[in-house]
């Protein structure tokens, strides 16, 4: 009776060992879902920060600002080296 007592037990214990188990990788693939679902928009957020980036700092764009600024490119005689 003993033994059959002490096989009960750790059964139950196994059971309840590997449904803890179970819980916890359900909890981390929950987990792990949320982070790639973060690192998702953070991705989509940073690339259309470079586009606005790469926008901004255009050529054409910054020749329109630099004409409407009224500034211009230096002559030769305007400017000075510095070694």
Same mark, same amino acid.
């Given at each position: 009776? !003993?033994?059959?007592?002490? *096989? &009960?037990? $750790?059964?139950?214990?196994?059971? $309840?060992?590997?449904?803890? #188990?179970q819980?916890? &990788?359900?909890?981390?693939?929950?987990a792990? !879902? *949320?982070? #790639?679902?973060e690192?998702?928009k953070?991705n *989509?957020e940073?690339? &259309?920060?470079?586009?606005?980036?790469? !926008?901004?700092?255009?050529?054409?764009?910054?020749?329109?600002? *630099?004409?409407?600024?009224?500034?211009?490119?230096? !002559?030769?005689?305007e400017?000075?080296?510095?070694?």
């Amino acid at each position: 009776m !003993s033994r059959l007592l002490i *096989a &009960a037990v $750790f059964a139950v214990c196994c059971c $309840f060992i590997y449904v803890w #188990q179970q819980n916890g &990788a359900v909890r981390m693939g929950l987990a792990v !879902s *949320a982070l #790639q679902n973060e690192y998702d928009k953070i991705n *989509a957020e940073n690339d &259309a920060l470079r586009v606005k980036i790469t !926008s901004i700092l255009s050529l054409d764009k910054m020749d329109k600002i *630099a004409k409407e600024k009224r500034l211009y490119k230096p !002559s030769e005689k305007e400017t000075e080296r510095i070694d």
